[in-house]
């Protein structure tokens, strides 16, 4: 990709119009940051219909090894405060996002008890219906096209990893559906086409929240083989999960788990087609390339854009002073395409080292993705399926993209195959 140069002036990352421009653009502002500002104060958008105040503005991290020191260093960037840019009560901040908008000790408790949910006997169990749900939707998808075309996204991208999350859950296959327009509500903030309000958000939250109440408070009283009553029914140092507890955290874990990885899988299929020589070298010989090809889908797409962090003491990043209680945004997009860390950033190479990491998980430290590993496999399963028995499938649209900052969402792309 020829990135056009951008000024360092032109640039808002705040404005709306910023995340409507082309992504060379974009990618070539994100580039002007990291060479000429690296920690760029902006101001926060004025949002009309928003209950809160305009916050106080925000320094733009753009580069890989400032996102990995922050990340790594919990105790100096908090995540309490919330990891999205604009401020909400605290009481919000955990509502949507769990314990993402958490520090220790609230966090380790809480990471503690849903981690029995993801023990390696439960995710092996997990990862044994990939597979099957992953044919499930190859079927599907050879006998509703006969035309041999459709969107990509709703017919092939979006069902596995609702369903995966769904079985993981003991949600049954009825209410998929619901599940799956409720996220689209809560991560659709800013695009006009899923949300309208602040009103139609928390609408959105306040129903999957009571639905999941409701499930967690069932697996209490009559468990079954799911990851909701291994949650619910596990005992760490004497204490349980409650179910309002379990409401917020299944919002994240639906939203995150089901949205990220669709979109992951949406990119790399428009990547891959855009890209025939990296996918004759994939299909080739899959299972030697599988690992890099993965994360390369993960760093290309950084299907999360961004997370914030407040600092909770006065420090500095790299010689740049930060302020206690100054807020300090991770452009996970930006780090990913860091020239200092990464040859020839703007290529899509399936067999790129693994090192440096990408950072599309969380630059590590305690609120790295506790669904990674889970994610990985979905990909990587999804596309085997695909080159195995749909070998031709390409995109044959441009995707209709998600309007956000946050989330580099695909809404639809039209696809076909021999």
Not at 25 to 40: I, M, N, Q, V
Not at 142 to 171: N, R, S, Y
Not at 196 to 212: P, R
Not at 316 to 324: D, R, S
Request: aromatic share 10%.
């Amino acid at each position: 990709m020829e990135l056009p140069v951008v000024l360092l002036e032109d640039i808002d990352l705040s404005l709306n119009e910023f995340w409507t421009r082309d992504r060379a653009y974009r990618e070539g502002a994100f580039k002007t940051l990291r060479d000429e500002s690296p920690f760029h104060f902006f101001p926060e958008a004025i949002i009309e219909d928003s209950p809160f105040p305009r916050g106080p503005g925000y320094r733009a991290l753009t580069r890989h090894e400032d996102i990995w020191h922050v990340s790594r260093n919990p105790q100096i960037f908090c995540s309490g405060k919330g990891s999205n840019i604009g401020d909400m009560p605290t009481e919000l901040n955990e509502f949507f996002g769990s314990m993402i908008n958490m520090d220790d000790p609230k966090h380790f408790r809480l990471r503690s008890i849903v981690s029995k949910g993801f023990t390696p006997k439960e995710i092996t169990r997990v990862e044994e219906q990939v597979k099957v749900r992953a044919a499930k939707v190859i079927d599907r998808l050879l006998e509703q096209f006969p035309g041999k075309t459709c969107d990509f996204v709703e017919e092939v991208a979006a069902l596995l990893p609702l369903q995966i999350i769904c079985d993981m859950m003991g949600i049954p296959e009825s209410d998929e559906r619901q599940i799956f327009n409720w996220t689209n509500v809560i991560l659709g903030v800013g695009d006009p086409e899923f949300v309208g309000s602040y009103e139609d958000l928390l609408k959105a939250g306040m129903d999957i929240f009571a639905y999941a109440q409701a499930l967690g408070e069932d697996r209490v009283k009559n468990p079954k083989d799911d990851v909701t009553s291994a949650m619910m029914n596990a005992v760490v140092d004497g204490e349980r999960l409650t179910a309002q507890e379990f409401g917020s955290f299944f919002i994240l874990l639906v939203v995150a788990g089901n949205e990220t990885t669709r979109n992951a899988i949406s990119h790399g299929m428009k990547l891959l087609t855009d890209n025939p020589d990296q996918r004759k070298q994939w299909y080739g010989n899959f299972e030697e390339h599988t690992r890099t090809a993965v994360e390369e889908i993960v760093r290309y797409a950084t299907p999360v854009i961004h997370f914030r962090r407040t600092a909770t003491e006065d420090t500095e990043i790299n010689g740049q002073p930060i302020k206690e209680g100054e807020k300090v945004v991770m452009w996970y997009c930006s780090g990913n395409r860091d020239e200092r860390v990464y040859t020839n950033p703007q290529a899509f190479d399936i067999a790129r080292p693994l090192s440096p990491a990408q950072v599309g998980f969380g630059a590590g430290g305690p609120h790295f993705c506790l669904g990674a590993n889970l994610a990985r496999r979905e990909i990587g399963v999804m596309f085997d399926e695909i080159r195995q028995r749909v070998p031709s499938l390409h995109i044959t649209s441009e995707p209709a993209y998600l309007q956000s900052a946050f989330i580099n969402g695909i809404k639809r792309m039209q696809c076909a195959w021999d």
